[in-house]
C-alpha cells in the first residue's frame, strides 16, 4: 500500500522551532518531488515548499522562506521540513504528498500536481 505519513507537529510558543517528517511506505521516494503544504482552518490549502527527486532544486511560499528548511534523506525514505521562528500564522494542518520529479524547480505549487497524500500532523503556535 502506497502511503506518506506525517510527523512532528505539536505546540509551540511563537519562535519557537519543529521538525515535521513525510515517511513513505510501500515506494520509493527516490522518483518523486515531496511537497508540503498546509491548511488553516476556514482557508485554502497553501503550498508551503517542495523539493526535486533528483537534484534537490526546492521552491517556499513567500511567507516562509528563510524560516522553513526542506530536506531529503533518500537512504531513509523521508522528507523533513525544519520549521523556525514559528508564527501563531504557521498554525494550521501540515500534509507532504507526491509530486512529479522536477517539482521543486517550479515557481508555484498546486496541490492538484501532487498525490498520494498523507493524513497531516497539527502544528498550532500559541503563547
Known amino acids: 500500500q502506497v502511503q506518506l505519513v506525517e510527523s512532528g507537529g505539536g505546540l509551540v510558543q511563537p519562535g519557537g522551532s519543529l521538525r515535521l517528517s513525510c515517511a513513505a511506505s510501500?515506494?520509493?521516494?527516490?522518483?518523486?518531488?515531496i511537497g508540503w503544504f498546509r491548511q488553516a482552518p476556514g482557508k485554502e490549502r497553501e503550498g508551503v515548499s517542495c523539493?526535486?527527486?533528483?537534484?534537490?532544486?526546492?521552491y517556499y511560499a513567500d511567507s516562509v522562506k528563510g524560516r522553513f528548511t526542506i530536506s531529503r534523506d533518500n537512504a531513509k525514505n523521508t522528507v523533513y521540513l525544519q520549521m523556525n521562528s514559528l508564527k501563531p500564522e504557521d498554525t494550521a494542518v501540515y500534509y507532504c504528498?507526491?509530486?512529479?520529479?522536477?517539482?521543486?524547480?517550479?515557481?508555484?505549487?498546486?496541490?492538484?500536481?501532487?498525490?498520494?497524500w498523507g493524513q497531516g500532523t497539527q502544528v498550532t503556535v500559541s503563547s
Open positions: 523539493i526535486s527527486s533528483s537534484d534537490g532544486s526546492t
Open positions: 504528498a507526491a509530486g512529479p520529479p522536477k517539482y521543486g524547480g517550479r515557481a508555484t505549487m498546486t496541490s492538484a500536481d501532487f498525490g498520494s
Open positions: 510501500g515506494f520509493t521516494l527516490d522518483y518523486y518531488a
